[in-house]
């Protein structure tokens, strides 16, 4: 079965495929197809912008994930504005502002949500989520991964999710869990 990964995102586009690769779907990159503008104010709704966008233009399922950190000092922020947290260009500056925002914070507890929604063309719509908790470094720490990694070690770790391989970050991640449950449901097939 093919099915388009609805992202332009590098790190997120090697998760997913590491994740599903029991499935033997063959999974296929956006080409060129543009995503929307994500103007809605859910995880949920801008994951269907993604998918039902890439899934219309493809004719094809199409796979998409909307995520972001929740941090509790900064009342849940960026949350959906993650990928655009202070207008800062790319992750490392990104990474950055969250600290200057952080300093002298005592509470560092944040948590990772990611929304995943497989969309047909037909319109239908699978949703599944997942969260991971965890607190904020005060520098960054590891190369792997991508967005906030080198500054978030989940709880129960001491490592930072760059320090860890692909593998040990879908096991416990937000990602992972949402992705878990997307390949249970599909076990058997994927349907028509
Ligand atoms: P697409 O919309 O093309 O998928 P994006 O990066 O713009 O890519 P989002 O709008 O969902 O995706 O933004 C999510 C942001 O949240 C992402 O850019 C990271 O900054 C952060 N983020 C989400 N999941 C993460 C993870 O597993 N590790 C680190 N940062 C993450």
Not at 5 to 17: F, H, L, P, S, W
Not at 55 to 81: F, H, K
Not at 167 to 180: D, N, P, Q, T, V
């Amino acid at each position: 079965k093919q099915v388009v990964v609805a992202t332009g995102n590098a790190g997120k586009v090697r998760e997913i495929e590491q994740a599903l690769a029991g499935l033997g779907w063959q999974l296929t990159a956006l080409g060129a197809v543009t995503l929307p503008e994500e103007t809605g104010a859910t995880y949920e709704e801008n994951a269907a912008l993604k998918a039902c966008a890439a899934a219309v233009a493809s004719g094809l399922p199409a796979l998409a994930d909307d995520s972001g950190l929740e941090v509790e000092a900064l009342d849940g922020q960026p949350g959906v504005y993650s990928a655009r947290f202070g207008n800062r260009p790319n992750d490392q500056e990104r990474n950055l502002y969250l600290l200057e925002k952080l300093r002298g914070a005592t509470n560092r507890r944040a948590r990772f949500v990611s929304v995943v929604i497989l969309a047909y063309p037909d319109g239908h719509l699978e949703t599944y989520r997942g969260e991971m908790s965890g607190q904020l470094l005060e520098g960054p720490r590891g190369e792997n991964g991508f967005g906030y990694d080198p500054l978030f070690v989940p709880d129960g770790e001491t490592r930072s999710l760059a320090e860890m391989t692909v593998e040990e970050k879908r096991a416990i991640s937000h990602r992972g869990r949402a992705l878990a449950a997307l390949q249970a449901a599909h076990q058997h097939g994927l349907p028509s």
